[in-house]
């Protein structure tokens, strides 16, 4: 094989469009072998992430396959693959874009620093993020913990226009072997709820383009009054696609910000949602205990409780607040749940049901397809107020005030909640096919009564919080 070959370690970039490692991998005229590897941070994702990233490996595959490449897949340690490889194909340079968990970033370095050793050229390049996390400081030369002075050190930076497609990329003269993705059988934990989540998903590059653009044309005007709406379909849904690198943060920013200069409504709200999606990156970067440990130290020791039966009544949809289990019924259906949900029922978990936010944050880990470890862990902290920049603890979301709030006419409701409707709609119907069997749920149940008083809750939870503060 010819000595002229660059390999592009593909992770969470399933893209073509503003795509700087594949840019650099094909710019000297280069053979490119694309190659995802299944490795141990793969196999320890929950059941819904690991369904999405094989669906979108998958769709990446087929893309690569139209354009004449072809995507290898290897299963095993990242660097054991990648010397495998480059001894296979005589390759001199391996490519790829940065992730910015602890996890990943130990991996990456140990690989790099291999590569480098066996006089390999290995190379990261930036790409998931608008700012690298390093790059955002205050005055002081320290990381950001406040979302406020974040934003407003980052809106009026130049950011880069993103890169042109890369229409092709050249064929090595013999392609390495590749395995199966059925082999891996990623979809596997998932059952049966793989098959209704297929429904509502938004699966590789055209369709997060799509979205983008059906977002821009018919919802940036009125996105800030409308986005906690669930059944007003203001959001943009990309979340689901920015995870695994289907569109980039940088096309998305460009195009919402010729929406501010024209004066859409909306426009610079939408962008700071793309930002607190950085701010998340930005504290788990500089702050790596963020996701299983509480940001405050003053919060250790709280009684929270362990995982309990009212937690599993949460898990199922079934706590009798109809604004909380239509959002959890959401995220089984679709695999993912709009943001106002997300913050009722966390606040519901967490304070009306007294229970430890890490249960609820390995939960979402588990059934949400747009699962990302910063924004999952610092959103969760947020809301129980142990986090950076955190909602006040006092702050109790009441899901019946909030339901009639933001769904007074129950369309939310009637779309997730089978029981009591004498026409379901079908995303109702689905919540019982993508449930596990073993929860023994079906259409012809009654709707429970409360698990929790809310006013009672929201008591106990406040003079936990008190006694918490002052022993005394």
Known sequence: MSADVTLLWLRRDFRFYDHP????AAANGSAVIPVFIYDDHVETLGAAPKWRLGEAVGHFADALAEKGSRLILRKGDPLEVLRDLIAQTGARAVHWSRTYDPASIARDKRVKAAL??????????AGHLLFEPWSVQTGKGEPYKVYSPFWRAVKGRDIAVPLKTVSELRAPSVW????????????EAMKRGAAVVAKYAHIGEDRAQGRLAAFLRDHIDHYKELRDFPSAGATSGLSENLTYGEISPRAIWHAGWRHVQEGAAGAEHFLKELVWREFACHLLYHFPDLADANWRNEWNGFPWRPDNKDA???????TGEPFVDAAMREMYVTGTMHNRARMIVASYLTKHLMTDWRVGRRWFEDCLIDWDPASNAMSWQWVAGSGPDAAPYFRVF?????????????????????EGQANPPQSARDFFDAIPRSWGLTPDQTYPSPIADLKGGRERALAA???HRDPS
């Open 21 to 24: 490692a594949m840019v650099v």
């Open 176 to 187: 390495p072997n590749s395995e199966n993705l059925s082999s891996w059988r990623m979809g």
């Open 312 to 318: 599993e009544a949460w898990r199922r949809g079934m």
């Open 116 to 125: 480098k050793e066996d006089g390999i050229t290995a190379q990261s390049h």
């Open 465 to 467: 919080y008190q006694r």
């Open 398 to 418: 009441n899901p019946r005030t909030q339901l009639e709030k933001f769904d007074k006419s129950n369309e939310y409701r009637e779309k997730f909640i089978f």
